[in-house]
């Protein structure tokens, strides 16, 4: 459920207690070729209704509190929680003052005292509860928070990675078109009736603000054959592996090579066994030959890796040959060394390609699960589920190197530098590695760039037995506020590389940005009725903005039907290819929109950004110890899926 409560909106998830929505606007002023606009969206703040003692009542696992926006209650100050610590409580003493004026006091003795008007002494709950921890990013220095003043803001990783809750969120706080845009209209300038000081300002300074959504011209580009096969489709965003005309799924277009399955279980009747049959059946239909050996275990995750470790022994991959070992694990478990985190580790210690299911969610909903498991084990073993054909307006294959670029940051530990570049962007033939840097520190100034480029351009001739003479790189993870800098110094380091390795090469290189605050609504008819626009819709040039001095463009890449669709935001920080113009840069991004092979149809990114980031986490999530962080076995396979 939810309601209005003082302009904000409160809902009870079930997984995340209740939570409150804060409803707000973000604003920007841009100069465009048609004078200066205001780029305005709704954004909302979530907090949870419970406090950090509260919610630590539900649970003993405090990790998903960790690097958490949070929220003093009696202070209003926030702050970042940089840990719990269950040794201290309310009643824990601590000095504090200068000099002769050094006191010994409780903490909640030190709030009371301070916050006289705030805090009353009958208002703590449980003087035994754990304090939050912030730590000062000048001077490093530990404040400690009483729990049940503390209020946590955002959305964790885990609740980011939740499809059904994410899915609510959006229901919630999107609204249809229509709804957003009369939002949008009503929070973008102040009442005229209440606020008069400052429409007289604007009026003083000589502005005449129209509130009424800008119109701007846009185009809409042609959707690209899926090639599978056995036949080619067209489908305007979304499409289906499963033929209801034959009643048979597609052949996939690169069929896998298998030296061997396994499937580890630990029951082979039941919904396991139904699905494992589902599975084989619609793998046959897409002409993967699985014939599995069905091993059955016991619950205990050793029992799983155990068999994992005889089979890496007994039938290792050789090379395009790779053995497969589908897992399906019998309960969710979240604990930080699951059997899932496990397994996949083992993955990149023995390049044994692992697909993991889990038993409850195969229950009524055998076909689509399996389906979709088999197109992932497809990709994941160097088969291509499907390859997108360019089109007259696109660049060509032939001569065509496709590059992405993406960089994992965890928190006292290095980064990993993700690059995936597309040998043939009709085929689909990939090379992939990860690079590993300093922690904090940009990958311009160390070797991974470099290093990782000239990598991709000698896969390149390997496969071809001549060297490219396109190279298009997309970058993904630079700030708005870097760009210039940073993305410009990766520039020179890309061409000085070419220069001397493919010299007869031109370079391409943009920036990609997934959070935009721009809104693209599509006009149905009525100038009051908004809809989203169709996949492929893009919005460029001055119409956007003129004060970055590069090309840019919006594009919508996907299908939206319900809440609102937000485009991606392309920048062209340097184009050396002559051929290539708007047009055929537009094209190839939808292009690449089009091949990844989780999803039955276009993504918001080029496949090649999200294949790099996916890839840099996969490795960061589950590598063990600093040595050891590619596989060079699986070069050829999306194995992070």
Not at 241 to 251: E, N, Q
Request: charged share 25%; aromatic share 8%; net charge positive.
């Amino acid at each position: 459920y939810h309601r209005r409560v003082h302009g904000e909106f409160e809902f009870e998830s079930g997984r995340y207690g209740p939570l409150r929505l804060i409803p707000g606007a973000s604003a920007k002023l841009v100069t465009t070729d048609h004078g200066p606009k205001l780029n305005i969206d709704i954004s909302f703040r979530v907090m949870h209704k419970e406090s950090v003692e509260e919610m630590m009542r539900h649970t003993r696992d405090t990790r998903d509190l960790v690097r958490r926006s949070a929220v003093v209650k009696y202070s209003n100050k926030s702050f970042v929680i940089h840990d719990i610590d269950t040794d201290r409580n309310p009643d824990t003493e601590f000095e504090w003052g200068k000099g002769d004026n050094k006191k010994t006091t409780s903490y909640f003795e030190y709030l009371l005292a301070k916050y006289p008007t705030k805090i009353q002494a009958s208002d703590l709950s449980n003087h035994k509860r754990a304090m939050v921890v912030e730590k000062e990013k000048k001077f490093g220095t530990l404040n400690y928070y009483v729990s049940q003043f503390v209020y946590v803001c955002g959305l964790s990783d885990k609740m980011k990675q939740d499809t059904g809750f994410m899915k609510d969120m959006r229901l919630r706080i999107g609204g249809n078109p229509s709804h957003r845009a009369l939002l949008t209209h009503q929070l973008a300038l102040p009442d005229r009736s209440k606020h008069e000081a400052f429409w007289k300002l604007l009026q003083h300074w000589g502005f005449d603000v129209d509130s009424s959504l800008l119109m701007v011209p846009t185009r809409s580009l042609a959707c690209p054959a899926i090639q599978f096969g056995d036949e080619a489709i067209t489908g305007r965003g979304k499409w289906e592996v499963y033929d209801r005309d034959t009643r048979r799924s597609h052949r996939m277009a690169v069929l896998p090579r298998i030296r061997k399955t396994f499937v580890i279980t630990e029951s082979r009747q039941g919904p396991n066994g139904d699905f494992l049959r589902e599975l084989e059946r619609k793998a046959k239909d897409m002409g993967i030959d699985i014939r599995p050996e069905v091993i059955q275990v016991g619950r205990r995750p050793e029992d799983y890796l155990g068999e994992i470790d005889r089979i890496n022994r007994e039938c290792p991959g050789h090379g395009e040959e790779k053995t497969l070992i589908v897992v399906l694990m019998p309960e969710r478990d979240e604990s930080a060394n699951n059997l899932y985190t496990r397994v996949k580790q083992l993955t990149l210690q023995t390049s044994i390609v692992t697909q993991c299911a889990l038993n409850k969610v195969q229950k009524g909903s055998f076909g689509t699960k399996a389906q979709m498991t088999a197109v992932q084990i497809c990709a994941k073993l160097g088969g291509k589920p499907w390859q997108v054909k360019c089109g007259e307006t696109s660049l060509p294959a032939k001569g065509t190197l496709v590059i992405g670029i993406d960089v994992h940051s965890s928190k006292g530990e290095s980064s990993l530098m993700g690059m995936v570049a597309v040998l043939d962007i009709e085929k689909m033939t990939s090379w992939q590695r990860v690079f590993e840097t300093a922690e904090g520190q940009p990958i311009v100034e160390s070797s991974a760039l470099p290093d990782a480029f000239t990598a991709a351009l000698h896969a390149y001739r390997n496969y071809h037995n001549e060297g490219p003479t396109r190279v298009v790189v997309y970058r993904n993870g630079v700030g708005e506020t870097q760009f210039d800098e940073m993305g410009r110094a990766e520039v020179d380091v890309l061409i000085a590389q070419l220069a001397s390795i493919e010299p007869q090469a031109q370079l391409c290189f943009l920036l990609t940005f997934r959070n935009t605050k721009a809104r693209l609504f599509g006009v149905t008819g009525q100038t009051d009725r908004y809809g989203n626009p169709e996949a492929g819709t893009v919005c460029e040039g001055g119409s956007i903005s003129n004060s970055s001095g590069y090309f840019e463009f919006l594009l919508v890449p996907q299908v939206v039907t319900q809440g609102c669709v937000t485009p991606i935001r392309v920048l062209v920080l340097h184009n050396g290819i002559r051929s290539l113009d708007g047009l055929r840069l537009q094209n190839l991004t939808f292009h690449l929109c089009h091949t990844y092979y989780n999803w039955f149809g276009t993504i918001k990114m080029p496949s090649v950004c999200e294949y790099a980031g996916r890839m840099a986490k996969f490795i960061a999530t589950h590598r063990s110890g600093s040595g050891h962080i590619f596989p060079q076995q699986l070069v050829d396979g999306y194995y992070y899926l």
